[in-house]
């Protein structure tokens, strides 16, 4: 059974960083296409970042600069470190990873962005 379990969302302060986590188990994930999305109420889900085929790395254009996606698999463990933190980067955040022959969500986790 996969399983993905985030970890690490919090307040922080506008300008401040953050590094959330996604622990994976079930299989190994060294060659899943795994990524981070995020959620903001009332608006649909987006892609935050993501490893591609091969390996590189694809980043929204709202993050690009500030956020950096990680990988470390011998721990199969997904990381997302965020600086420079804004408002506007509220939001419920979400491990993903696709297995063929299909995709897998955690349970996400909640980084708020407040003075």
């Known amino acids: 059974q996969v399983q993905l379990v985030e970890s690490g969302g919090d307040l922080v302060q506008p300008g401040g960083s953050l590094r959330v986590s996604c622990a994976a188990s079930g299989r190994a994930f060294s060659d899943a296409d795994m990524g981070w999305y995020r959620q903001a109420p009332g608006k649909p889900r987006e892609l935050v970042a993501r490893f591609t085929s091969g390996g590189n790395t694809a980043y929204a254009d709202s993050v690009k600069g500030r956020f950096t996606i990680s990988r470390d698999n011998a721990k199969n463990t997904l990381y997302l470190q965020m600086n420079s933190l804004k408002p506007e980067d509220t939001a419920v955040y979400y491990c993903?990873?696709?297995?063929?022959?299909?995709?897998?969500w955690g349970q996400g986790t909640q980084v708020t962005v407040s003075s």
């Open positions: 993903y990873a696709f297995i063929a022959p299909r995709g897998y």
